[in-house]
């Protein structure tokens, strides 16, 4: 069972950015698959950044360009980088892993952190 734990989250004005982090424990495959996922409100779910064990990522479209995923795979820390924020990317931002692929950006993951809230005022 993985446990996941999300921190980074706040409120910022439009064109500021945040830096979202995910601890990662009790995962000893070699193999893993974590991504960010954000809900706002009245909206599904969307798979924001995925990236897989040997570092290649994808991205939204809504994203591109402006957030970057990463990985310290020492510390077991998922970071999501967000620049240029824009008031539509207010959501709650989720923290995904699993140890099998899948379409990086749909929700098929098994472990899911709770959630940090990102709020951007224009």
């Known amino acids: 069972q993985i446990s996941l734990v999300e921190s980074g989250g706040g409120s910022v004005q439009a064109g500021g950015s945040l830096r979202l982090s995910c601890l990662a424990s009790?995962?000893?495959?070699?193999?893993?698959?974590m991504a960010w996922f954000r809900q706002a409100p009245g909206k599904e779910r969307e798979g924001v950044a995925a990236?897989?064990?040997?570092?290649?990522?994808v991205y939204a479209d809504s994203v591109e360009g402006r957030f970057t995923i990463s990985k310290d795979n020492v510390k077991n820390i998922l970071y999501l980088q967000m620049n240029s924020l824009k008031p539509e990317d207010t959501a709650i931002y989720y923290c995904a892993a699993d140890s099998r692929r899948g379409l990086p950006l749909i929700s098929y993951y098994q472990n899911w952190g709770q959630g940090t809230q990102v709020t951007v005022s224009s």
């Open positions: 009790g995962y000893t495959g070699r193999r893993s698959y």
């Open positions: 990236i897989d064990s040997d570092g290649w990522t």
